[in-house]
């Protein structure tokens, strides 16, 4: 099937792709690495007539870590971004779930804010960057604002960006001392293949007690979603089987799994039980072996 026809728009600065998105309306779109949006343009699942390159636009590679956060510019790469010596520094797990997702040629043109701005409940990097308390960076005519990245989301290929607004960058706060975080997925074949079940955890500990912790997933609700009420169970614990074991049932509870051809939504929610357990058990490993 060939590719419809478009118009293709070069903005010299971001100041210049938001006025564009804007003007262009609703119907234009961001074109990043194109991984998705331009298989959608083929099969005609996206009509759109009017694609705003990004890559022409400076800046939005860059990944970099000062004392607060590791900044991830929206066009790094997934393959820069699991590479990057700042992130195996911060959150090393955002590195694993990256290389757990997709395949080489995808991972090396698709980019972090692309898989964010799909708006696709299985996006993989999105439960490792909320567990993890990240925050996104929205860029519009109109200025910017920035957001926790669970709030991010509205429904299946639907998030906050209004027309013309972009995401400009992910902010990861530098993670405690003691702190560790486990991606787990569950997918029908190792490679290209989409999530049926992805949870993210991390737990940070001081004195043998759990001070943070954070438990998201993704294919199991209509948006990659925290399941904030493990952060109740497990904080001022101890982090044993019996806490892990409660903090799970209530991510499996929290869950709003459908049936679809990866899964049914019976399967999934213990899915989500069991993956949360193994996450949990994996962050606090890492917690406790990470330097103070
Ligand atoms: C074979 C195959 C396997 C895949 N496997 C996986 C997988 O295992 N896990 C997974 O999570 N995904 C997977 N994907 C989906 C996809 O590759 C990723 O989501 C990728 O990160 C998308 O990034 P991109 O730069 O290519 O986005 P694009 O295709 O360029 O854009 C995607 C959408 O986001 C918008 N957009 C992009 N960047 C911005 C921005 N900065 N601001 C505003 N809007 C923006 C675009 O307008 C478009 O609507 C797979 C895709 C394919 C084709």
Not at 147 to 171: I, N, S
Not at 185 to 198: C, E, I
């Amino acid at each position: 099937m060939e590719i419809c026809d478009f118009a293709l728009h070069r903005p010299a600065s971001l100041a210049e792709a938001c006025e564009m998105g804007r003007m262009l309306g609703p119907g234009a779109r961001f074109l990043a690495g194109g991984t998705e949006l331009l298989p959608d343009l083929k099969q005609r699942r996206d009509v759109t007539r009017h694609l705003v390159d990004l890559r022409s636009v400076p800046g939005l590679r860059d990944i970099r870590l000062d004392s607060s956060y590791l900044h991830i510019g929206c066009l790094a790469t997934l393959s820069e971004v699991a590479e990057s010596s700042d992130v195996h520094k911060t959150l090393p797990a955002l590195s694993e779930a990256i290389l757990s997702m997709a395949a080489y040629q995808i991972r090396n043109r698709g980019t972090l804010g692309g898989n964010f701005c799909g708006g696709v409940p299985s996006a993989d990097t999105p439960p490792i960057c909320i567990a993890a308390g990240a925050q996104v960076r929205l860029a519009g005519v109109d200025g910017e604002r920035t957001l926790p990245a669970e709030q991010f989301f509205l429904g299946p290929r639907k998030t906050v960006l209004d027309p013309g607004e972009l995401l400009a960058e992910v902010l990861i706060p530098v993670q405690p001392a003691r702190s560790g975080s486990s991606y787990q997925r569950f997918a029908l074949r190792r490679a290209t293949a989409l999530a049926v079940v992805g949870v993210a955890a991390r737990v940070a500990l001081e004195k043998g007690r759990i001070t943070q912790a954070r438990v998201a997933m993704s294919a199991v609700a209509p948006v990659p979603m925290l399941a904030a009420e493990c952060s109740g169970i497990l904080e001022g614990q101890s982090p044993v089987e019996e806490v892990f074991e409660r903090a799970a049932k209530a991510a499996a509870l929290a869950s709003r799994a459908i049936s679809d051809l990866r899964g049914s939504a019976g399967y999934r929610r213990d899915l989500v039980r069991v993956l949360t357990l193994r996450a949990l058990r994996e962050a606090a490993a890492r917690a406790g072996t990470r330097p103070a």
